[in-house]
């Protein structure tokens, strides 16, 4: 008895939802337009695996298996693989957001590289990247130095020089503009703001971005400081070492990792940076370029932005994104192939 | 002795000063929101002669159409909300079945197709999600774009792979000996998973929840991509950004927006600092 009624709950749900499904699908292909078709469809699907997940059956081990793993690999496959496949297939075409065409091979590529606003941006975001990974890592390191040492306050200052990274770079970048337009022309009284030239503007970018990013970075490499043993550290003050050279000679190649770890982060971040872009300058002051006329401060996220939204190429953006991705995806592996080689070493 | 406390006394005295000019942008904030634009344009770093000037600043801010305040708040808790409790009990669930079978190929297969799409930066799939989104919706009748169905989705999509990995990592920590005993006393695995598996993984799943809380509230361009500029639903930070597009250089309204936005994390900073900062520690290091 017990049995059966465990069987015939699981047994309707299943009856029901396959049928809800199917009677969904059924309008989806007969392009009926009603919204409800949609409500119907999700409960069909959910009262299915509903069903199939209660009853009992000797493959119930399997099936919840499947059952928890489907969320997660629904979602990412709809949001991260399909349109990723998909993107990397429109970077061939002349695709334009809403139909492709035509296979256009690898024109979209060599347009790209011919356009003058993008070689720039992708120069400027080098540079932009390589600065501010040695800024941020060293801001970082010596704010991590502060907060480690034998001072009064440490997880005051932790908490401060944390702050600015729980905040949207968005809004930040708001306030920023404000601070380099009105604050700093006032404080340096008959000064021009800095976001009017072109290389200053620049500047202003990786002043912002150190100022945010150096407090996460902080973090990390206070957590590597703590793990150098404390009597190597009295060891060396035994015998006669001076701050300096514990520092230079003992906790920095200990905690060789967490430098490999930072620098990885900063450059993968700095690489992608787009908020900050967007509020404080977006791509002003404009820079005249030979013949061209080129937005001075457009890194190559906000270039992509433009370029596909703004100026509505879709084709030419999603090259430009793939590019990036593979620039990003070298990186990454340069990363493991590095922490790898030294896994070994260790 | 002397000479270290002199010199304990100065750290603590720089300490002080970066500190100050670490937090010197949030005090501009805090000062220029509670003045008018006038007393801006005299001087942006003196004291506000009236700080009810605030109060006038905000009520302006709050119902104007463009941030309209408590509706984007609103959102962008809903949003966060949603996702997280979604984002934390799926990948958990995933997780655990990944990490229960990480020797065997399909396990593995499904594992490192998580972590590596964690290099896939959102600008690659931005534009073709907009296909996908529109074609679901065409098809099924479920609108996915300007909607918080579509946003909820997308964010589980690409919050999974970091929540899956830092998961995965904890639970394979977890002796089996624990599930197999429920397994013997005539647990199902769903329950061994639901009472003896999800209370051990609390601390991990707050190192999740921050590291994803943090980015969901504050992300400005996936939003801005599935809900429009100026759309029905609008998130705090694409809220601030209409409002600066339609009131351009009109400070005292822009700084008080910002103030406005940047309250509610900075309450919860100091509400649970600790786990703040312990989460995002444990997020990089994995």
Redesign the interface.
Known sequence: MNTKNAKTLPLIFMVVGALLTIY?LI??FMK????????I??LGVILLILGI?KIPNKK??KI??MV??F???F??????????I??IV?SFTDWN?IQVTKFVGLSNYITMFKQSDYVYSFVITVIYTVINMILVNVVGFA?AL??S??????S?????????????????G???Q??FN??FT??FAGSVSMLTNANLALLAILIVNT?QYA??IM??Y??GLQTVPKDVLEAAGVDGASAITTLFKIKMPMIANTFT?CIF?TLVNSF?Q??LN??ITNGAPSRIMGADIIQSTELL?LN??NT??RKNN?AL??TK??V??II??VV?LTQVAISKKKEVEL | MRAQKIRNVVGTIVGFIIAFFILCPFFLVVINSAKTSADIVVSPITLPKNWAQMLTNFKGVINNTNFSYWSSFRSSMIITVVSLVLLTLFSSMAAWVLSRHHKEGWSNFIFMMFVAAMVIPFQVVMLPILTVFKNIGNFTGIQMLSSYKGVVFAYLGFGGSMSIFVLHGFIKGIPKELEEAAWIDGCSPEGTFFRVIMPLLRPVQMTVLILNGLWIWNDYLLPSIMLGLNGKIKTLPIAVSSFVGSYVKQWDLILSAAFLAMIPIVILFLVAQKQIIQGMVDGAIK
């Open positions: 969904a309008l989806d009926s337009t009603g919204e409800l078709r949609g409500y469809l999700i997940f119930h081990t919840v298996n928890f793993l969320p997660m690999i979602t990412f496959a709809v949001t991260v693989i399909i349109p990723f998909l993107g429109y957001g704010l502060v907060c040492s034998k001072i009064k306050g440490t005051f200052f932790r908490s401060a020089y944390f702050l600015p990274n729980l905040i949207g770079g968005l809004v930040l708001y306030v920023w404000f601070i009105k604050v006032t404080v100022w407090g996460y973090l990390i206070l957590t770890v982060l992608k787009f908020d967007l509020a996220a992509i932005y596909a939204i879709y953006g999603q994104a793939v990036f991705f990003l995806a990454s």
